[in-house]
């Protein structure tokens, strides 16, 4: 009697730490957090808004003037740009142009980027009349409020005053 209590002691003190093992399952919601934080990025809000600066014909030398340049969501990573009226030789040349549709932007938070992309806008000239151009439009978007925007704009209409093709580069803030 005495080795079966002597048994039954130790197999009780054997069971004791497998007993303390042991624990409850797993109350942990996997399916609500998965340990990613990361929120995605939509370019198109980061660069939507008015942006007010300078421009400036790069292949005519003194054609400068003052812009502004609106980007209009239009998708998650793509925009409108809204080109606002540029005015030059006193007033006597001033363009307006139809606004160029679904522009692509790449790049991360703070630093957007507008790939080159070219479209058939129609434009509007002061001193030539209404006519179809075809814009190429690129750019950056540095720290979501300094716009450089470079747009190449090529039409018959505007050889005869000898800006074929017309080269604006524009720097403006985000107001």
């Known amino acids: 009697m005495k080795e079966v209590k002597k048994f039954l002691l130790m197999?009780?003190?054997?069971?004791?730490?497998?007993?303390?093992?042991?624990?409850?399952?797993?109350?942990?919601?996997?399916d609500l957090?998965?340990?990613?934080?990361?929120?995605?990025?939509?370019?198109?809000?980061?660069a939507k808004g008015a942006y007010k600066?300078?421009?400036?014909?790069?292949?005519?030398?003194?054609?400068?003037?003052?812009?502004?340049?609106?980007?209009?969501?239009?998708?998650?990573?793509?925009?409108?740009?809204?080109?606002?009226?540029?005015?030059?030789?006193?007033g006597y040349f001033v363009a307006n142009f139809d606004e160029p549709t679904d522009i692509k932007l790449t790049g991360e938070t703070g630093d957007i980027i507008i790939a080159s992309q070219t479209q058939?806008?129609?434009?509007?000239?002061?001193?030539?009349?209404?006519?179809?151009?075809?814009?190429?439009?690129?750019g950056t978007i540095e720290d979501a409020e300094y716009l450089t925007l470079t747009a190449t704009?090529?039409?018959?209409?505007?050889g005869s005053w000898g800006y074929n093709p017309m080269e604006i580069a524009v720097v403006a803030e985000k107001e």
Do not use: H, R, W, Y
């Open 153 to 158: 704009v090529s039409a018959d209409d505007l």
């Open 120 to 138: 058939k806008i129609g434009m509007s000239v002061s001193a030539i009349g209404d006519f179809e151009a075809e814009v190429t439009i690129s």
């Open 53 to 90: 600066g300078t421009f400036n014909v790069t292949n005519q030398s003194g054609l400068t003037g003052d812009i502004t340049v609106t980007m209009v969501k239009a998708g998650d990573d793509v925009v409108k740009i809204q080109i606002g009226e540029i005015s030059m030789l006193a």
């Open 11 to 30: 197999l009780f003190i054997a069971a004791i730490p497998v007993g303390m093992m042991t624990a409850c399952s797993d109350d942990d919601d996997d």
């Open 33 to 46: 957090d998965d340990g990613d934080d990361t929120v995605e990025l939509i370019l198109a809000d980061e």
